[in-house]
C-alpha cells in the first residue's frame, strides 16, 4: 500500500512538473504581450497622451509580477480606460449606481456608444429594496431583495450585467468581465479574442477576469 501510495504521488508531481514546463514554453515576454494587446486593439480606447506609459505598465506589471493591471491614476482611475475600481459597498449606496455609471460612461463614448441614464426609483420598507434604472430608455433591476448577506455581490453583478446587455444591443463585441467584488471591486471591459489571449497568457486566478458564470461558481454564489 505504502509503495502504491509513494507511486501515485510520484505520477502527479510528474504531471504538476510537465504542466508547468508547458506553461513556462508558451510564456511570452512583457514586450510580446503588448504587442498582442496592441494588435488586438486593447488600447484602442487608451488616450493618445497615455499610450506609451501605459504599454509600459503592462509590459512591467507581466514581467514583474505575472499580472494584468495597467496604470492607475491618483484618482484610482487607469489610463486604458478599461480597468475601472467598482466599490461594492458604495455602488449599492445610494447616489453609487448613478456615480459608476457617470464613470464607465468615458468607456462607452470612446467606442462611439450610447449610454444615457434616466428614470432612477427607489422603493424602499425595512426589509426591502426595489432599485431600478434606465440605460438608452430600457429599465433594468439594480436591487429588488430583501436585505440580506449578498447585498454588495447582488447589486455587483446587476451592474455588469446591465452594462453589457447594453453593450450587446449596441452591436458592441466588447463586454464587461469581474475581478474582484467588496471594497476592492474591479472589471475590465474586454472583446471575447482580447479575454481569451488573456485567459492563455496569465494566472486563472482570483486577481484575472472571468466570465461571470466562472466567477458566481468560485463564489459558490
Known amino acids: 500500500m505504502l509503495i502504491l501510495i509513494i507511486g501515485l504521488l510520484f505520477f502527479a508531481f510528474k504531471l504538476k512538473a510537465q504542466s508547468n514546463k508547458k506553461n513556462e514554453e508558451r510564456k511570452l515576454t512583457g514586450q510580446q504581450i503588448v504587442l498582442e494587446l496592441d494588435r488586438l486593439n486593447f ?23 505575472y499580472f494584468f493591471e495597467g496604470l492607475m491614476k491618483d484618482d484610482l482611475s487607469f489610463t486604458d480606460n478599461r480597468f475601472y475600481f467598482i466599490d461594492s459597498e458604495t455602488l449599492f449606496e445610494g447616489g453609487g449606481l448613478i456615480q459608476y455609471l457617470e464613470t464607465v460612461k468615458i468607456s462607452f ?15 424602499q420598507t425595512e426589509k426591502h429594496w426595489l432599485h431600478k ?21 447582488i447589486a455587483y453583478l446587476n451592474f455588469i450585467e446591465m452594462l453589457n446587455d447594453q453593450l450587446k444591443l449596441q452591436n458592441s463585441n466588447e463586454q464587461f468581465y469581474p475581478i474582484s467584488s467588496g471594497n476592492d471591486g474591479k472589471i475590465v471591459l474586454l472583446t471575447k479574442e482580447q479575454f481569451e489571449f488573456v485567459k492563455m497568457n496569465y494566472p486563472n486566478s482570483n486577481d484575472h477576469p472571468k466570465e461571470i458564470i466562472d466567477w458566481k461558481k468560485g463564489l459558490n454564489y
Open 133 to 153: 434604472i434606465k440605460l438608452n430608455g430600457k429599465e433594468y433591476i439594480a436591487f429588488d431583495n430583501n436585505f440580506g448577506e449578498n447585498d454588495w455581490t
Open 43 to 65: 488600447f484602442n480606447i487608451t488616450n493618445n497622451l497615455d499610450l506609451k506609459q501605459s504599454k509600459t505598465e503592462f509590459e512591467k506589471s507581466y514581467n514583474d509580477l
Open 109 to 123: 463614448n470612446r467606442l462611439g456608444l450610447k449610454l444615457f441614464i434616466s428614470d432612477e426609483l427607489n422603493v
